[in-house]
């Protein structure tokens, strides 16, 4: 998918509901949430989109943190409205082809541009100089801002190459920085 339909998308839903806040923008888009306990494993389910006749929901797990669970929500949301046609909608991380690293990038860069405005990351990374400290500082792992400075580059923004280039599947592999399982 291109980067101007994952803007346009997260633009869209910004202006049409006014919500910055995945839980409350499902709400407002009538998809059902459900914040189910699936465990804090490494390989614990972190959140996933089901869509059965005409009716979406999204499950997150609730035993990761709250802030881990707006960004899977994000997340979740941008399967909802980027891959609305997809067979593979429904437990993409069971794909049996690579295409589920396009659909997960995809929705890592609609989690990115939807949560962070571009003000709030460039204010963070001028404070901060460096990556590192923006990531801390907008509260997010330095993936999802890796994914969003590449949109602000598409967008036009000067901006230097992170020091990380984040995999599309980085939040089913999340962990801590204690190297404990994060989600």
Request: hydrophobic share 45%.
């Amino acid at each position: 998918m291109l980067y101007a339909e994952i803007v346009k998308a997260a633009e869209k839903l910004k202006k049409r509901y006014r919500e910055s806040d995945p839980f409350l923008l499902c709400g407002a888009m009538g998809i059902k949430l459900i914040l189910q306990p699936l465990g804090t494993a490494p390989d614990a389910i972190k959140g996933f989109v089901l869509k059965s006749k005409r009716i979406i929901a999204i499950t997150v797990n609730c035993d990761i943190p709250l802030i881990m669970q707006k960004i899977i929500a994000a997340h979740e949301l941008g399967h909802a409205v980027l891959h609305k046609s997809s067979q593979m909608l429904a437990f993409h991380e069971a794909a049996l082809f690579d295409v589920s690293s396009s659909l997960e990038r995809d929705a890592n860069l609609f989690a990115a541009e939807y949560l962070l405005e571009d003000d709030r990351v460039l204010e963070a990374l001028k404070s901060g100089n460096s990556f590192f400290p923006a990531a801390a500082a907008l509260c997010v792992p330095m993936e999802l801002l890796d994914f969003k400075l590449r949109v602000m580059r598409w967008k036009g923004y000067k901006l230097a190459e992170p020091p990380i280039s984040a995999r599309s599947n980085f939040l089913r592999d999340w962990e801590d920085d204690n190297g404990e399982d994060r989600g």
